[in-house]
């Protein structure tokens, strides 16, 4: 039947967005991956009830199946676009590409969640609308539309603005800026072309913010050492000076790191190049000796910097330096926009970032209309990636937005400031009333925990996690928590050195504190630099902990902790070693609702041969089993992929796993199963099949 293919597309498709994230280390050099986690979220809120309705066989109604469609159509772009991302492309055109996607996902799911929760059994809990509505929305076609309104006005950025636009569409470093403000030329060459006006436009303004960002950085720098001895790529004194064609001079290594890319063009002037020579411009060398002889200067090693890609460091001292002037530009980077940019051109232009959609609409498009005046629009609007103000600033309510523009404080900043000042009372209670209050500030409101990070209360809070009152450490891990739920603050949270905080509280606190503080690391851990830090603050020992005598929430967060962090072999056998594959064997009980976390884990630690033989003895092998027969789709193909590392060059554990009756349900998931679990299935067969084939031939 028509509507039950519809269903089951969009099952498949979910099943194909989730299988990306296997491949870890591609997915977190996405400049976008934050957008996917988020879309993960939705999709393994929907599977259960997807399901369900597949099981029950129930014919859908039409709003429903439009809806199914629609939501089959945005997850396949977005898989699409995740896996297509290529490094020489635009990341901003990209991240905003993704979040206008990821923002029609969430919409739709919304609304097929409304729909389920009318139909009869109660399947869907108001809770499941309100996890989604948690789940992070559009934030850089924002900060990057007021970037360059006030760029048009003539009103300075600050380097946390320019921060906040190059760590959302990953320019980590000052070469990953040069090569965005090449690719950025080459789009405007091409619209202009084509008489694309306004997108032309809008490419102007975004190379001024690149341009802006390599002028910030070369700044700080090269403020107190000769501008002409810096290399433009690695912003260091240089020790092998190049010529290149274009008659500008770099660093060797890094030049040549930028031609290895595929860039036959000049960093600094964006002048294509013929050939790649370089010329060793002994004069610069020889003037770089002089100085660095007459002021006891040791230039660094090229080769280090390379490898250490350090990131981009925006904030490094920014609260003594004060925000810079606009630099001064030449004629081809200004961007003086002289005419309106309407309603109408920010459709136009939003068409040509996002690919269309058409399916039939059952979420309303959220545009801004030519008559609607842009205050009244409604809260619920998302801004698209157009040169037009946003409908309500998404770091404040509008009373904050009057506040700012009068050049004075709201009354939420007076309030959260005077509970920052109790935080720092040596009076117990005035601390425990400080930190209850903060927790109900953060817990509802998106607002709100904007106006809190930016008064300066994430490092308060930080502090509060060493007290040895425990419901001050919980109300200040929960606080911190809630305040991770804007990617805004994420930054700020990680800047802080919150991770040794975090460990401490999971190691002293009461449950609820160390199940809170497992949270805030699932949140952080999505990026890698803070992964690491994790790791050093020794977070894998007291996670595995709680794993074993956790509640099942806590239980649940802290496997889906150790699966972002454990990513090699040397933590895996942290894991490993501290009883973590026995503590996952035990919440395998389908009563504690904790399988399908586990089973991910499991998959996760399966290709280390202490893992396989705990597995085994543990008596893992026939629940997997159990699960490639009985679970959810996304259960199936992880128990496969577990099942499948066990197998692997292993006649011993395929005999097992044989005995235990699971070539009846592999056969069952290489026709109904999802494609990861198709794969995975084929995969064990054929090794049953070569060992079949090994004991005939010795026999």
């Given at each position: 039947m028509e509507e039950v293919s519809r269903l089951r597309t969009l099952v498949d498709n979910i099943s194909s967005y989730l299988s990306i994230s296997s491949s870890t280390n591609k997915l977190f050099s996405n400049p976008a991956h934050k957008y996917?986690?988020?879309?993960?979220?939705?999709?393994?809120?929907?599977?259960?009830?997807?399901?369900?309705?597949?099981?029950?066989?129930?014919?859908?109604?039409?709003?429903?199946?439009?809806?199914?469609?629609?939501?089959?159509?945005?997850?396949?772009?977005l898989r699409e676009q995740f896996e297509s991302w290529q490094p020489l492309s635009s990341r901003i055109f990209y991240v905003l590409r993704i979040e206008s996607l990821a923002s029609k996902m969430r919409e739709s799911s919304l609304e097929i969640f409304q729909l389920l929760k009318h139909l009869p059994g109660d399947l869907v809990s108001e809770d499941c609308i309100e996890l989604v509505k948690l789940v992070g929305r559009e934030e850089v076609s924002y900060t990057i539309d007021r970037a360059l309104i006030d760029q048009r006005k003539g009103v300075e950025l600050t380097p946390e603005v320019l921060l906040k636009i190059a760590e959302s569409v990953g320019l980590r470093s000052n070469q990953d800026i040069l090569i965005e403000g090449v690719v950025l030329t080459n789009l405007k060459e091409d619209a202009k072309l084509v008489k694309n006006n306004i997108k032309a436009g809008f490419i102007?303004?975004?190379?001024?913010?690149?341009?802006?960002?390599?002028?910030?950085?070369?700044?700080?720098?090269?403020?107190?050492?000769?501008?002409?001895?810096?290399?433009?790529?690695?912003?260091?004194?240089?020790?092998?000076?190049?010529?290149?064609?274009?008659?500008?001079?770099?660093?060797?290594?890094?030049?040549?790191?930028?031609?290895?890319?595929?860039?036959?063009?000049?960093?600094?002037?964006?002048q294509a190049l013929s050939q790649t020579t370089l010329t060793p411009n002994f004069t610069v060398k020889a003037f770089i000796a002089n100085w660095c002889e007459s002021n006891n200067v040791n230039p660094p090693d090229p080769l280090e910097l390379i490898q250490s890609n350090q990131p981009f460091p925006l904030l490094v001292g920014s609260g003594s330096r004060g925000s810079l002037p606009l630099p001064v530009m030449d004629d081809t980077l200004k961007c003086n926009h002289t005419e309106s940019v309407d309603a109408s051109k920010c459709e136009e232009l939003h068409q040509v970032l996002t690919r269309s959609a058409s399916a039939p609409g059952i979420v309303s498009k959220v545009v801004s209309k030519a008559n609607r005046s842009i205050l009244q629009a409604p809260v619920e609007t998302v801004p698209q990636p157009c040169i037009i103000p946003a409908t309500i600033k998404e770091t404040g309510s509008s009373s904050n937005m009057e506040a700012e523009e009068t050049g004075g404080s709201s009354s939420m900043e007076v309030e959260v400031k005077k509970l920052i000042q109790d935080l720092k009372s040596s009076s117990l209670d005035a601390q425990r009333e400080a930190t209850a209050q903060l927790r109900l500030l953060t817990k509802d409101i998106p607002d709100n925990r904007t106006v809190i990070a930016r008064c300066g209360a994430i490092a308060a809070l930080v502090n509060k996690l060493y007290s040895m009152d425990k419901m001050i450490q919980a109300d200040a891990v929960t606080c911190l928590l809630n305040l991770s739920l804007d990617d805004s603050n994420k930054t700020v949270i990680a800047y802080s050195g919150v991770f040794k905080p975090l460990v401490h509280v999971l190691k002293t606190g009461n449950m609820e504190a160390k199940e809170n503080s497992t949270r805030a690391l699932v949140s952080l851990s999505k990026a890698e630099e803070n992964r690491t830090k994790m790791l050093e603050a020794g977070a894998i020992e007291p996670l595995v902990r709680l794993m074993g005598n956790g509640s099942p929430r806590g239980k649940k967060d802290a496997a889906t902790a150790l699966t972002n962090l454990a990513t090699r072999n040397k933590e895996k056998e942290m894991v490993i070693r501290g009883g973590g594959v026995r503590y996952l064997i035990q919440m395998m009980n389908p009563a504690a609702g904790t399988v399908e976390r586990a089973v991910v884990v499991l998959a996760n630690l399966a290709n280390v041969p202490e893992a396989k033989i705990a597995i085994r003895d543990g008596g893992g092998i026939p629940l997997l089993v159990e699960v490639v027969e009985l679970g959810s789709p996304r259960g199936q193909e992880n128990a496969a992929a577990a099942l499948c590392l066990l197998c692997m060059d292993s006649s011993r554990f395929c005999n097992t796993v044989i005995r235990e009756g699971a070539i009846p349900p592999l056969v069952a998931l290489t026709r109904s199963g999802t494609a990861r679990a198709k794969e995975k299935a084929k995969s064990l067969l054929k090794y049953f099949e070569a060992l079949k084939q090994e004991n005939q031939r010795r026999s």
């Open positions: 996917y986690s988020r879309g993960e979220e939705i999709a393994k809120l929907l599977m259960p009830f997807l399901d369900n309705l597949v099981a029950s066989d129930a014919s859908p109604n039409e709003f429903l199946n439009n809806g199914f469609e629609e939501l089959s159509q945005y997850i396949d772009e102007k303004g975004l190379m001024y913010l690149t341009k802006q960002m390599h002028d910030y950085l070369a700044k700080i720098e090269q403020s107190q050492l000769p501008s002409d001895f810096f290399c433009p790529l690695s912003l260091q004194l240089m020790t092998d000076p190049v010529t290149v064609a274009s008659g500008q001079t770099y660093e060797r290594a890094f030049i040549e790191k930028w031609f290895d890319t595929g860039l036959m063009v000049c960093p600094k002037t964006r």
